[in-house]
């Protein structure tokens, strides 16, 4: 969560720094990682469930530190957690597609706020989280934590999802 909320993201990228944004950046961030627990070689359902858990508690948190009335937090948490499984599913979709970063950017552009102006930045950010989800495809749970920390900061996305070139 703390890659989402990396200002280097929001301005390289185009995605808006707004409560949306964050939002859909967490989401964005959070589906390699989800679709690795719900779908890879040893799904592990539990810990994808707890993952989810804690993003809807920090939603929850950060809506009461921006000072959202008490009475409309838990509306706006449900609304966060049901984008949360509708975008990945969505995003899913995409990945399966004939065209995955074509399918992937079309979707980020209509659903992060500020990629619906900046196709550039929806290609480079679908680039990278193909990668991320290819990158965990294959990795143990056990080993997770430590392969999260290895993947490319999304701030620099627009480097390490370029192909190499041989000279």
Do not use: W
């Not at 990396?6 to 390699?32: C, K, N, Q, W, Y």
């Not at 719900?38 to 929850?60: C, K, M, S």
């Not at 500020?114 to 680039?127: F, I, M, Q, S």
């Amino acid at each position: 969560m703390t890659r989402a909320r990396a200002p280097a993201l929001f301005a390289r990228h185009g995605v808006l720094d707004t409560p949306e944004g964050r939002t859909s950046a967490i989401i964005l961030l959070m589906f390699p990682l989800l679709e690795r627990l719900q779908r890879g070689n040893t799904p592990d359902r539990r810990l994808a469930r707890l993952t989810a858990e804690t993003f809807v508690t920090d939603i929850d948190d950060c809506l009461r530190e921006m000072g959202v009335g008490d009475l409309s937090v838990p509306k706006k948490v449900k609304r966060a957690a049901q984008a949360l499984g509708e975008r990945c599913l969505a995003y899913r979709r995409a990945a399966a597609s004939p065209e995955p970063v074509r399918a992937l950017a079309d979707e980020l552009a209509a659903t992060v706020p500020g990629l619906d102006h900046n196709a550039g930045g929806a290609e480079v950010l679908a680039r990278f989280t193909l990668k991320s989800v290819a990158d965990l495809a294959t990795v143990p749970t056990e080993k997770l934590a430590s392969a999260l920390a290895a993947l490319p900061d999304p701030a620099d996305a627009a480097t390490a999802s370029q192909p190499e070139t041989s000279a």
